[in-house]
């Protein structure tokens, strides 16, 4: 008799364990990179990243990563005089990272999409995209496979919240 209730209590378990897997979760965090460089010219400035990620079960969906530069941060050096003129003209600048698990699900055009519902448009920035390549803690935190976008709102007004709407997943805000 112990030993059935002992088996039921254990498939129980693994039935509430097992369906609570089955769910899409968003997670948000932070990444960090610790100081730059460019030439002769060194900082300690870290650069943070606002981070959400998009997960099915333990298996991750999405990643996005999205950071401010304004030209009074030092990692403005690693743009070209082309790319500080571009985000000049943005009234809100940003840059994005994203890794995709599987772009028929979740890719970057469904997250660049969201931030054109918000006003912004994508901008190359291929200097600024192969000096964050080069920064020491790119590689330590395994980045290799994100594609790096930038990202400009134009208009006159700066909207203070982006909004992600992705099938099967809650609303997120950035």
């Given amino acids: 008799m112990a030993k059935k209730i002992i088996l039921c209590s254990c498939l129980l378990f693994m039935a509430l364990a ?3 897997l089955s769910k899409n979760v968003v997670k948000k965090g932070s990444i960090v990179l610790r100081g730059g460089r460019l030439g ?14 998009w997960y099915k079960e ?25 790319e500080q003129e ?3 003209n943005c009234k809100d600048f940003r840059i994005m990272m994203g890794y995709a ?11 660049l999409s969201e931030f054109e519902k ?16 080069m920064h020491p803690n790119f590689e330590k935190l395994s980045m290799q496979l994100y594609q790096v976008y930038g990202i400009c709102q134009e208009s006159e007004i700066k909207r ?9 997943f809650r609303e997120m805000t950035l």
């Fill in 86 to 88: 571009i985000v000049q």
């Fill in 160 to 168: 203070e919240k982006i909004t992600f709407i992705l099938p099967g």
């Fill in 118 to 133: 918000s006003g912004f448009k994508r901008v190359a920035i291929p200097n600024f995209k192969v000096n964050l390549v």
């Fill in 101 to 111: 698990l599987d772009p028929d699900k979740i890719g970057h055009s469904d997250i």
């Fill in 18 to 20: 097992c369906s609570s």
């Fill in 40 to 53: 002769n010219l060194e900082w300690e400035t870290n650069l943070r990243f606002e981070r959400i990620s």
């Fill in 58 to 82: 333990l298996t991750m969906f999405y990643d996005l990563l999205v950071t401010e530069i304004t030209p009074d941060s030092p990692f403005y050096a690693w743009f070209s005089k082309v």
